[in-house]
């Protein structure tokens, strides 16, 4: 067999192998793991939006190739949504793109404007696409550690002068994965100014924005005057309305980088099944009562979380934003070790923060994905098995 391109031997290492070796070891011996590490919601699609999809499957019309670039009806029901949600106003047709789910999109911006030896500023700890995109498109990445004293916001004024000049893309993501910080718009202000002071593109990820609790309400980075000259959001139905695995997101904001990401992927993607296009607008324009009960189900499972935490011994703030708790390890592990020790001692899944770059490293990431009862017990266990982590 040919040896693999350089660029994808390249690639970090898989962090999670050991881990998942020792799951199956133990689920081959019948024991009943609980995982607390899945990142990808277990409540079910809202039965108004999957009865859309079964409608619009039905239509031959709908059997054909979609167009790359997404249906103008599904790109409109977006602008609309922005206007709402927002007071954000988008030309459907020039600042909007439908994505296979944002995750392509962000992986593929840096395909857009990234070559061999350019930089990209990328958060750690951070969801991993946005490095992993920019290195195989052959970049550096400059990290920008989020750190709990900072709330989790990069501190853009330390950024040595020479790297912020030479870098091309800048990623962001509040409310944000892993961290489950959140931001407001004087951030986004701030960030405005230092791409445009070193013209750099933001790229914004917004997956989580309308999961936030305790009368938070996310703001879009487009929200803020300037935003749309330096940059894009990417934005996904994924989180929202529990649709992970229909692969259906959007980037909106400046025309001419949704012009370049499209011309992108008309060269390489056929778009999004025009039925499941027809079922986001249903999403996005349908009843909204079920963003509320989704939130008040997690915010139930967070304060379980929580007293479970406490019960640890665990001193917390709780984030106001996504599906996770970031929660500092037990002084003395790294966060592998932990895992590790919780899975052999308690048969309970937690996500080491290494995974999510070095920075991350101090941490574990716990989502909030499961059942109450499971949740319990999860905490149940540990609590057996250890009495009290922190001292
Ligand atoms: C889940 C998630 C997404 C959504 O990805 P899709 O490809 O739209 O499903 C994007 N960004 C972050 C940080 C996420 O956690």
């Not at 793991?33 to 859309?52: N, R, Y």
């Not at 459907?92 to 395909?111: C, N």
């Not at 989790?152 to 000049?165: G, Y």
């Not at 992970?244 to 060269?267: Q, Y």
Request: aromatic share 10%.
């Amino acid at each position: 067999m040919k040896k693999v391109a350089d660029r994808l031997a390249a690639l970090p290492p898989y962090l999670f192998a050991r881990i998942e070796q020792k799951i199956e070891k133990l689920q081959s011996r019948g024991i009943d793991v609980i995982s607390l590490g899945i990142g990808d919601p277990d409540l079910p699609t809202p039965s108004h939006i999957v009865k859309a999809l079964i409608d619009q499957a039905q239509k031959a019309e709908n059997h054909r190739y979609p167009t790359s670039a997404g249906l103008l009806a599904f790109r409109t029901a977006v602008a609309s949504w922005y206007r709402r949600r927002f007071g954000v106003e988008l030309d459907p047709a020039s600042e909007v793109v439908t994505l296979i789910g944002s995750k392509e999109g962000i992986a593929h911006i840096s395909f857009c404007y990234l070559q061999e030896g350019d930089l990209a500023l990328v958060p750690d700890p951070a969801y991993p696409v946005y490095g992993i995109g920019a290195a195989l498109a052959g970049a550096e990445v400059y990290s920008l550690p989020l750190k709990g004293e900072n709330n989790f916001l990069p501190d853009l004024s330390s950024v040595p002068v020479e790297v912020a000049r030479k870098a091309s893309l800048l990623f962001l993501n509040y409310p944000n994965n892993p961290t489950g910080a959140t931001c407001d718009k004087e951030f986004f202000q701030d960030v405005v100014s230092f791409a445009r002071h070193y013209d750099l593109i933001v790229c914004h990820d917004a997956a989580y924005s309308e999961i936030t609790f305790d009368g938070y309400v996310a703001p879009s980075f487009l929200e803020v005057p300037g935003a749309k000259d330096v940059g894009i959001e990417f934005h996904s139905l994924s989180k929202t309305y529990n649709m992970t695995g229909w692969r259906i997101g959007w980037a909106a904001g400046n025309a001419e980088l949704i012009k370049t990401l499209s011309s992108l992927k008309s060269n390489l993607d056929s778009g999004v099944f025009q039925a499941i296009q027809y079922a986001g607008i249903a999403a996005l324009e349908g009843p909204q009562d079920c963003i509320e009960e989704m939130r008040r189900i997690y915010r139930e499972r967070r304060e379980i979380a929580v007293a479970g935490l406490k019960s640890l011994g665990w001193d917390f703030s709780l984030p106001k934003g996504t599906i996770y708790l970031w929660v500092p390890v037990p002084s003395g592990l790294t966060s592998t070790e932990f895992a590790e020790m919780v899975l052999e001692k308690s048969s309970v899944v937690v996500t080491p923060g290494i995974g999510y770059g070095k920075y991350g490293d101090g941490y574990f990431r716990i989502s909030l994905t499961l059942a109450t009862e499971r949740l319990k017990e999860a905490f149940r266990r540990m609590k057996e098995a250890f009495g009290t982590l922190y001292h």
